[in-house]
């Protein structure tokens, strides 16, 4: 004895179906789920993007503070030797003042340190440029990262806008949800076409 009426459940789902593609919409939910499926993808690609270029720019900056470090150590060095140079310069005065003849080291400790100072200089000069370039390229990072988190953003709102169309069948919702998605692919191409 069965515990309840019987219903044809299979014939009501076909019946179902059978209305929603009469009144057109199955059609539409196959095409808000495609364009919804290829927004997704595009998101996932920038939201690697984002996250690469981020990465990349963030190891620029530690390189860039490294190198400033290391070019302030230069400076740092080139200051000792022009101390010990100035002291070098004070002995030789005072001899000169005596009226002795100057030490022959003194005068070569003398050249020795302005030689040096300036292969110092010319080394931290080096390092500043290294570290301007470094950061000038973190900073162009920086921006294409900012342009595929707008579109990762873009993207997102589309797939929820093409979810609720796909839950209301309203079709100015979905074709706003392929209108901010197309807005997407263009910040999302920009920073690749732009380089």
Avoid: C
């Amino acid at each position: 004895m069965p515990e309840g009426p019987e219903l044809e459940l299979d014939k009501l789902r076909e019946t179902i179906d059978e209305e929603i593609d009469h009144a057109g919409g199955g059609r539409m939910l196959r095409w808000i789920s495609l364009s919804t499926a290829i927004i997704a993808a595009f998101a996932a690609v920038a939201a690697l993007r984002a996250g690469d270029t981020v990465n990349e720019a963030l190891s620029l900056k530690t390189d860039a503070a490294q190198l400033q470090g290391r070019a302030s150590d230069q400076w740092a060095y080139y200051q000792a030797k022009g101390i010990k140079r100035a002291v070098t310069q004070s002995v030789i005065a005072t001899w000169k003042a005596a009226g002795k003849p100057v030490p022959v080291e003194a005068e070569a400790a003398e050249a020795k340190y302005g030689k040096e100072q300036e292969e110092i200089q010319k080394a931290a000069r080096e390092l500043e440029q290294e570290r301007d370039a470094k950061g000038h390229e973190a900073e162009l990072l920086l921006v294409k990262h900012h342009r595929f988190a707008n579109a990762v953003a873009l993207f997102q709102v589309a797939i929820a806008l093409g979810a609720v169309a796909a839950l209301t069948r309203v079709r100015p919702v979905w074709y706003g949800s392929v209108v901010l998605g197309v807005a997407g692919l263009g910040f999302f191409l920009w920073p690749l076409v732009v380089s």
